[in-house]
């Protein structure tokens, strides 16, 4: 098996464990220890998600795609527009949210860069022991 598809499989699996876990951290949790999870969570499950689709692409890259996703994101809850679209489809809040905080992009931030870390983590081990 390739370094790639290694890296497909894992962040395939990595994307599908993120959604349970996200969202038990979303309604189940309280506070801001919560919201703070939601948001490391939402990070590393978008780029398990990138890293996925684009499974050829450095760890850098997937990197600056996640983080610029989840800050333009987060930027679109400035608007109206997330809330209007959570009206009519009620799933869409879960993907854009509702409110903009600054908060959430301190959380995008480190769950962007602890799955950059294990990313490139696993990388350099399968290097490390051939294809």
Same mark, same amino acid.
């Given at each position: 098996?390739?370094?790639?598809?290694?890296?497909?499989?894992?962040?395939?699996?990595?994307?599908?464990?993120?959604?349970?876990?996200?969202?038990?951290? *979303?309604?189940?949790?309280?506070?801001?220890?919560?919201? =703070?999870?939601? @948001?490391?969570?939402? $990070?590393? &499950?978008?780029? %398990?998600?990138?890293?996925?689709?684009?499974?050829?692409?450095?760890?850098?890259?997937?990197?600056?795609?996640?983080?610029?996703?989840?800050?333009?994101?987060?930027?679109?809850?400035?608007?109206?527009?997330?809330? *209007?679209?959570?009206?009519?489809?009620?799933?869409?809040? =879960?993907?854009? @949210?509702?409110?903009? $905080?600054? &908060?959430?992009? %301190?959380?995008?931030?480190?769950?962007?860069?602890?799955?950059?870390?294990?990313?490139?983590?696993?990388?350099?081990?399968?290097?490390?022991?051939?294809?």
């Amino acid at each position: 098996m390739t370094i790639v598809s290694r890296r497909r499989f894992l962040m395939g699996i990595i994307a599908l464990a993120m959604i349970p876990i996200g969202l038990a951290a *979303r309604y189940l949790g309280q506070g801001l220890a919560a919201d =703070l999870s939601g @948001g490391v969570l939402y $990070a590393v &499950l978008f780029y %398990a998600l990138f890293s996925l689709i684009f499974a050829r692409a450095s760890a850098s890259a997937i990197t600056l795609t996640t983080l610029l996703w989840c800050v333009a994101v987060e930027l679109f809850q400035l608007t109206d527009v997330p809330h *209007r679209l959570a009206t009519c489809f009620p799933p869409v809040h =879960l993907i854009f @949210g509702s409110n903009f $905080a600054w &908060l959430d992009l %301190a959380a995008y931030a480190v769950g962007v860069l602890a799955a950059w870390f294990c990313d490139r983590l696993l990388i350099s081990r399968w290097r490390s022991y051939g294809n």
